[in-house]
């Protein structure tokens, strides 16, 4: 594609009611692409019911155009006006989990550009729960199709910064609010059937939607890697950092083993771990990624960690597993769509 000057602002998510956020609006309604941050991840936004403006979205990620994009709304009303209706159950998500890390399947009315539903008859629809991102849908009164802001196949940016390294120079604008407060995407609910369907873990977990709205199924690919994804982009590669990822399902003395072994055969190896696990690992980088005993905080620093490897001092990254319960599960989802093995201990 084309290079594009890409303007940059600098914005106080404490203080959105700014010119910035007005000129930032005004490239979205002239169907120009955004990048903008999100409760989740930075978001690359554009008009959601303008083809071109999209095919922008597709152009600036490198992405399939088979993989479908979430559209960010305002507000309730605003879901109303791009799904044929809102079922019972996704009215009791909405109330209870929005704003926020909540992506919800409905069936589309159409009015959405086609290749932001990529000819399914659904559309993926959230309400985000960031001052610059609410600050900047409310003002440009548009819904947007916003993917995450980085290359596709890269891991997703938490930051301004990594938005900048990957897409400067392939949009319109940046708008820099910060870090990211989750870390990890919107958990994806399938609301078109008898009851709800996770197709992605992500910042609310399997146990709060029950809270809501009772037994809740994973869908099976999410489980069962030879099962068809119910959505096209599952299938795809995501999250991978520059140097191969190895996923390490074992205890430290196994992990270090294999660290051995491959700076054995000389190579460099970084290492993401716990803060638990950090002292009794040797490698030639380690980057800690939170506590094993607040996942939450392993998905807030997750994408930084998978980020701060080059290939300049590294030739392979080794990262330990982590518990497969709340957002732990989010987090391996993450780490295993980003892995180019896994590596089990025999037990």
């Known amino acids: 594609m084309s290079t594009t000057e890409t303007k940059f602002w600098t914005i106080d998510p404490s203080n959105v009611d700014s010119l910035q956020i007005e000129e930032a609006a005004a490239l979205l309604r002239d169907n120009e692409a955004v990048a903008f941050p999100t409760e989740t991840v930075y978001g690359l936004g554009a008009n959601a019911l303008n083809e071109q403006a999209v095919q922008g979205i597709f152009a600036a990620k490198g992405r399939p155009a088979d993989n479908p994009l979430i559209v960010h709304v305002a507000n309730k009303e605003q879901i109303e006006e791009v799904v044929t209706r809102i079922p019972q159950m996704a009215h009791k998500l909405i109330d209870a989990f929005t704003p926020g ?25 959230r309400i985000p729960d960031h001052p610059v991102a609410r600050a900047l849908l409310q003002t440009c009164r548009l819904p947007l199709a916003a993917p995450s802001a980085n290359r596709s196949g890269r891991p997703s940016p938490t930051s301004a910064e990594h938005v900048y390294k990957d897409l400067n120079g392939r949009v319109a604008g940046i708008v820099d609010g910060g870090p990211t407060g989750v870390g990890v ?51 795809y590669t995501h999250y991978a950092p520059e140097a191969p990822l190895w996923l390490v399902e074992g205890d430290l003395a196994f992990l270090q083993r294999q660290i051995d072994q491959l700076q054995q055969n000389d190579k460099r190896v970084g290492v993401i771990v716990s803060q638990e696990h950090a002292g009794h690992i040797q490698a030639d980088e380690i980057q800690i990624c939170g506590s094993r005993d607040h996942l939450n905080e392993v998905a807030v620093h997750l994408y930084g960690a998978l980020r701060s490897f080059s290939t300049d001092t590294i030739d392979v990254i080794l990262c330990e597993s982590f518990p497969e319960y709340g957002m732990g599960y989010a987090v391996m989802n993450r780490l295993k769509k980003a892995a180019t093995q896994v590596i089990t201990q025999d037990k």
């Open 101 to 125: 890390p909540l992506t919800l399947i409905l069936e589309s009315n159409g009015s959405c550009a086609s290749n932001v539903t990529a000819g399914l008859s659904s559309v993926g629809v």
């Open 185 to 235: 995407e919107s958990t994806v609910v399938d609301c078109t059937g008898d009851r709800p369907v996770i197709l992605r873990p992500g910042g609310i977990t399997k146990e709060d939607l029950e809270e809501v709205v009772g037994p809740t199924d994973f869908d099976p690919a999410l489980i069962n890697q030879e099962e068809k994804p119910k959505s096209p982009g599952m299938k």
